[in-house]
């Protein structure tokens, strides 16, 4: 299988977000800025059991395209679930952390896409 490339994680990523429900999904290119990634993608549940559920969705769905996180943090917590896949970072907040750190701010020099155009 060849390797995805960034843009075609990040739609994977972003439709088994959407499936599950996720609030507020932004997507921040960021290859301009770091080397860390080229996107962040940060989304918010409204819940314990949503956070983790779209965690779980976003890992299934890339799974079954061969592409595997090289670590996930915060999962059994669940307020700030951060899914590093190289090319792409996904955030999933409840609402309370994601105001709290406010990634989209700390990240402004980034350029913000909406999801639709990816």
């Not at 990634?37 to 061969?66: H, P, W």
């Not at 190289?86 to 406010?102: A, P, Q, S």
Request: net charge negative.
């Amino acid at each position: 299988m060849t390797e995805m490339n960034a843009k075609e994680m990040a739609k994977l990523a972003i439709h088994a977000l959407e499936e599950k429900k996720a609030e507020d999904i932004s997507v921040i290119d960021i290859s301009g800025v770091t080397v860390l990634a080229d996107y962040f993608l940060i989304a918010s549940g409204n819940n314990r059991n949503q956070v983790q559920a779209l965690a779980d969705s976003v890992e299934e769905a890339l799974g079954r395209a061969g592409v595997s996180p090289r670590q996930v943090e915060g999962y059994n917590a669940a307020n700030w679930v951060l899914m590093d896949y190289g090319d792409i970072i996904v955030h999933i907040f409840d609402r309370e952390n994601r105001l709290f750190y406010d990634l989209e701010r700390i990240w402004r020099d980034g350029r913000r896409i909406d999801p639709a155009e990816l």
